[in-house]
T-cell receptor
Framework: GESVGLHLPTLSVQEGDNSIINCAYSNSASDYFIWYKQESGKGPQFIIDIRSNMDKRQGQRVTVLLNKTVKHLSLQIAATQPGDSAVYFCAENSGGSYIPTFGRGTSLIVHP | GAGVSQTPSNKVTEKGKYVELRCDPISGHTALYWYRQSLGQGPEFLIYFQGTGAADDSGLPNDRFFAVRPEGSVSTLKIQRTERGDSAVYLC???????????????FGAGSRLTVL
């Protein structure tokens, strides 16, 4: 079917490697960030979130790092698996807003 | 329901026609969102409901787009006089309002793919 990843920045890794997906944001008022994973033909799915009063948060095989000085967010996936292949979006909320703003996304391709 | 349900999953229509897209959110979720996603892009906000009322409709591109949620559950996105540029995947999401960090996490449906010929 149609690929959500078309025209997106792409990261290709080998199974078992660690992956790092980056996201830059521009709104200095953003105080809450979420990473979503979107597989082909599906809606985005929550992975992990972080508030602006934290620099790092860990989940199962995933870690999010936040650098507010340079307005940069990263998602680290340990021991990447073929099932991790998807498009990954960062989303931000600011000033108590309930409406997340999504970035453009990065396509992750995991080769067995 | 167990998840957010959207119908139809695919809709092909002709330019100038009227379409309705339906969203059935997770039971008990008071917040409901509509986003639009074009190929190779992230979801773009359209409208946000809190209960029955549209709390923020600033993302609707023009007056051909309208959404309702009359009983605070199911929502319908309505597009009049469709144009080829309306072709996209329309995503619906709902939220209970809090996530692991105490803020807003959205649960998305699979989307309705609209193609305007």
């Amino acid at each position: 079917g149609e690929s959500v990843g078309l025209h997106l920045p792409t990261l290709s890794v080998q199974e078992g490697d660690n992956s790092i997906i980056n996201c830059a944001y521009s709104n200095s008022a953003s105080d809450y960030f979420i990473w979503y994973k979107q597989e082909s033909g599906k809606g985005p799915q929550f992975i992990i979130d972080i508030r602006s009063n934290m620099d790092k948060r860990q989940g199962q095989r995933v870690t999010v790092l936040l650098n507010k000085t340079v307005k940069h967010l990263s998602l680290q996936i340990a021991a990447t698996q073929p099932g991790d292949s998807a498009v990954y979006f960062c989303a931000e909320n600011s000033g108590g807003s309930y409406i997340p703003t999504f970035g453009r996304g990065t396509s992750l391709i995991v080769h067995p | 329901g167990a998840g957010v349900s959207q119908t139809p999953s695919n809709k092909v229509t002709e330019k100038g026609k009227y379409v309705e897209l339906r969203c059935d959110p997770i039971s008990g979720h008071t917040a409901l969102y509509w986003y639009r996603q074009s190929l190779g892009q992230g979801p773009e906000f359209l409208i946000y409901f809190q209960g029955t009322g549209a709390a923020d409709d600033s993302g609707l591109p023009n007056d051909r787009f309208f959404a309702v949620r009359p009983e605070g559950s199911v929502s319908t996105l309505k597009i009049q006089r469709t144009e080829r540029g309306d072709s996209a995947v329309y995503l619906c999401a709902s939220s209970s309002g809090t996530g692991p960090s105490g803020a807003n996490v959205l649960t998305f449906g699979a989307g309705s793919r609209l193609t305007v010929l």
